[in-house]
């Protein structure tokens, strides 16, 4: 069974950092390009960033980009965000989620439980 | 970037009976579209992926279609399990510039 099991969340106050963790298990982890999806509290959702099978090719939104790092350990079976420069507006839950096929199919199989960001002072 | 926009913001019918939801692009994406059923405190899941294909697991009473700008999910005999909310994704381009619509709410009438 695929299990994408997230933790590292919580409250943090703008401007701070918080590195997400996604560990997986059930399936071949090296295989998968992996993605970072949140959802602001009752909102809509947004894509965050993509990393492939090797982790030598990332892309992130807009949003995210030259604040965030997505990255990933094959050896341990575990994807990663980091994310600095926190603002209010970061505040939502991530999720970690498998692609796919990269490139071809960048949609997004199986998803983690989810885990809460909370950017406040 | 490509904006999906989803309609009707909320759906509501009886269960047993139809749905059909909607999903338009402001630019074409080909059948580059997924569709996920999200229920509340939980992930999203996979239900439809090129457009018309179901992934692994999803019932046959679910059923994608569509291309280019215009797309359906439709929902041929509601089960009391299908009450959640239906999001769009579109993801066309190369590198990624992946866009979601903002949902359909499904709920019994």
């Known amino acids: 069974e695929v299990q994408l099991l997230q933790s590292g969340g919580g409250l943090v106050q703008p401007g701070g950092s918080l590195r997400l963790s996604c560990a997986a298990s059930?399936?071949?982890?090296?295989?998968?390009?992996m993605s970072w999806v949140r959802q602001a509290p009752g909102k809509g959702l947004e894509w965050v960033s993509v990393?492939?099978?090797?982790?030598?090719?990332?892309y992130y939104a807009d949003s995210v980009k030259g604040r965030f790092t997505i990255s990933r350990d094959n050896s341990k079976n575990t994807l990663y965000l980091q994310m600095n420069s926190l603002r209010a507006d970061d505040t939502a839950v991530y999720y970690c989620?498998?692609?796919?096929?990269?490139?071809?199919?960048?949609?997004?199989?199986?998803w983690g439980q989810g885990t809460l960001v909370n950017v406040s002072s | 970037e490509i904006v999906m926009t989803q309609s009707p913001a909320t759906l509501s019918v009886s269960p047993g009976e139809r749905a059909t939801l909607s999903c338009r692009a402001s630019?074409?994406?080909?059948?580059?579209l997924a569709w996920y059923q999200q229920k509340p405190g939980q992930a999203p899941r996979l239900l439809i992926y090129?457009?018309?294909t179901r992934a692994t697991g999803i019932p046959a009473r679910f059923s994608g279609s569509g291309s280019g700008t215009e797309f359906t999910l439709t929902i041929s005999s509601l089960q009391s399990e299908d009450f959640a909310v239906y999001f769009c994704?579109?993801?066309?381009?190369?590198?990624?510039?992946?866009?979601f619509g903002q949902g359909t709410r499904l709920e019994i009438k």
């Open positions: 989620a498998t692609v796919q096929q990269w490139v071809v199919q960048t949609c997004f199989d199986y």
């Open positions: 059930g399936f071949t982890f090296s295989s998968y390009a």
């Open positions: 990393i492939s099978v090797s982790g030598g090719s990332t």
């Open positions: 630019q074409s994406v080909s059948s580059n």
């Open positions: 090129g457009a018309s």
């Open positions: 994704q579109q993801y066309n381009r190369w590198p990624p510039e992946i866009t």
